[in-house]
């Protein structure tokens, strides 16, 4: 059996979030960034998709990556990843918006050239 072989989560996935089907708490989006904040020292009551969870978010890592690193649905990501936020072992923020890279001061130079042809 190869890697490309795998048959996936040997439990259905609604069984991994209970049926759930929206994670608890604030809505977040697949661009919102995770990262692990705690790591319990005895994971009572999570399964092994929510360690390798906390594992993979020690890095800040967007939803939708931690989803396809464990070959996961994302609306089974973010139910999943609200159970970890529920017990404070994540944090889930929205992404922040682009610096604003060029001011006006740039596009006024622009314009000028364009004038000047």
Not at 70 to 97: K, M, S, W
Request: hydrophobic share 40%; with cysteine.
């Amino acid at each position: 059996m190869t890697d490309d072989d795998d048959p996936g989560p040997l439990v259905r996935l609604f069984g991994l979030t209970g049926g759930r089907v929206r994670p608890s708490g604030e809505t977040f989006d697949l661009v919102a960034i995770v990262t692990t904040v705690s790591m319990p020292f005895e994971p009572v009551g999570l399964n092994p998709e929510h360690e390798s969870m906390l594992d993979i978010c020690l890095r800040p890592t967007p939803v939708a990556d931690v989803a396809a690193q464990l070959r996961l649905p994302l609306n089974i990501t973010r139910v999943l990843l609200g159970d970890l936020r529920r017990e404070g072992l994540v944090t889930i923020d929205a992404p922040r918006p682009a610096q604003q890279l060029i001011d006006e001061r740039i596009y006024r130079e622009v314009l000028h050239g364009i004038r000047r042809l």
